[in-house]
C-alpha cells in the first residue's frame, strides 16, 4: 500500500531554514507528481508547492522565492527547502502523492 512518511519539521526563529522530507513507498515514485500543503491553525489546508513526474515546478505566491520542492527519484523522497521562514509559515506541512493520498503531517514552527 501507499505510504508517505514526513521528516524534518521544527521549532526556527524568523529569517532561518528548514528542509522537509516525504519518503514515499508502495508506488513506482518516478511516474507521480508531488505535493506540498500546509494548514495553520483555525485555517483551511493550502497549496505550497508541487513537482510533476518531470521535475517541473510549481508555487504558491506566498512562498515563491523561499521555498524549494525538489525530488529525488532513487531515494523515492521529496523534500521543500524552506529559507527565510516567516511567522505566517507556522503550520502542518503535509505531502501528497498525485492529489490522492496523505502524509501524516509534520509540525513547522516559526518563532523567536
Known amino acids: 500500500q501507499v505510504q508517505l512518511v514526513e521528516s524534518g519539521g521544527g521549532l526556527v526563529q524568523p529569517g532561518g531554514s528548514l528542509r522537509l522530507s516525504c519518503a514515499a513507498s508502495?508506488?513506482?515514485?518516478?511516474?507521480?507528481?508531488m505535493a506540498w500543503y500546509r494548514q495553520a491553525p483555525g485555517k483551511q489546508r493550502e497549496f505550497v508547492a508541487h513537482i510533476t513526474s518531470g521535475g517541473n515546478t510549481k508555487y504558491a505566491d506566498s512562498v515563491k522565492g523561499r521555498f524549494t520542492i525538489s525530488r529525488d527519484n532513487v531515494k523515492n523522497t521529496v523534500y521543500l527547502q524552506m529559507n527565510s521562514l516567516k511567522s505566517d509559515d507556522t503550520a502542518v506541512y503535509y505531502c501528497n502523492l498525485d492529489g490522492s493520498f496523505w502524509g501524516q503531517g509534520t509540525q513547522v514552527t516559526v518563532s523567536s
Open positions: 508502495g508506488i513506482i515514485f518516478s511516474a507521480f507528481a
